[in-house]
């Protein structure tokens, strides 16, 4: 059975420019969640989704971030424009109500020079 | 507040030795606590998790994990630790389906 999945694994871009990060949950699973983990504040809980619904998304730091998930086998975090200070390691979760435990993805390591 | 407090932000043990790694919690009730560990350059890996029930928690890779609610604790440990083990490790608690983590503690294995 496939864990959750993220692409792309390395994303380098310059200051500016957009950057899309995707995630496919695990089958069956009705909760996503996106992280970001950087040195300084470790993993930040930036949004989740329940049955593709934002439900709290109080950790995305400012305006240049938006997240999506239009069906239950897809989400996107999107950054436009990114600045340097967005360089972290940005991962995926999703996890199945009852059972509560999150599963994660490998993470995207997303440079902004 | 509800917060989850890894005391230890390192802990060195030689290979083969047992290993305790701490973590404590604030909640009002009883709550789901897991722990993960995240090697070098991977996403986090789910090692065992507590809901109710058995207070002593078996996981993979060899660890187990101890609810004590009178300590508000949740404590990882391990027998005899593997180089293999040399990770960080992140204490989790469950608040209506997100997850407060603790800061993390680094293992270095001395071999």
């Known amino acids: 059975d496939a864990g959750v999945i993220q692409s792309p694994r390395h994303e380098v871009t310059e200051m500016g420019q957009e950057v899309t990060l995707r995630c496919k949950p695990i089958?069956?699973?009705?909760?996503l969640f996106w992280y970001r983990q950087t040195m300084m504040r470790g993993l930040e809980l930036l949004i989740y989704?329940?049955?593709?619904?934002?439900?709290?998304d109080s950790g995305m730091p400012e305006d240049r971030f938006s997240a999506k998930m239009p069906n239950a086998s897809f989400s996107t975090l999107k950054i436009q424009p990114s600045e340097p200070r967005d360089s972290a390691v940005y991962f995926c979760?999703?996890?199945?109500?009852?059972?509560?435990?999150?599963?994660f993805g490998p993470g995207t390591r997303l440079l902004v020079l | 507040a509800q917060s989850v407090t890894q005391p230890d932000i390192h802990i060195t043990v030689s290979e083969g030795a047992s290993l305790e790694l701490r973590c404590n919690y604030s909640?009002?009730?009883?709550?789901?606590l897991f722990w993960y560990v995240q090697s070098p350059g991977q996403g986090l890996q789910l090692l065992l998790k507590?809901?109710?029930?058995?207070?002593l928690v078996q996981g993979i890779k060899g660890f187990e994990a101890e609810f004590k609610r009178s300590q508000s604790s949740f404590n990882l440990r391990k027998p005899s630790v593997h180089w293999s083990d040399a990770a960080e490790y992140f204490c989790?608690?469950?608040?209506?389906?997100?997850?407060?983590f603790g800061s993390g503690t680094r293992l270095l294995v001395r071999p």
């Open positions: 979760a999703s996890s199945l109500a009852g059972l509560r435990a999150q599963y």
């Open positions: 089958s069956g699973h009705d909760y």
């Open positions: 909640y009002g009730a009883t709550p789901y």
């Open positions: 989704f329940n049955n593709n619904v934002p439900i709290d």
């Open positions: 507590y809901f109710s029930g058995d207070t």
């Open positions: 989790g608690m469950d608040s209506s389906y997100k997850l407060i």
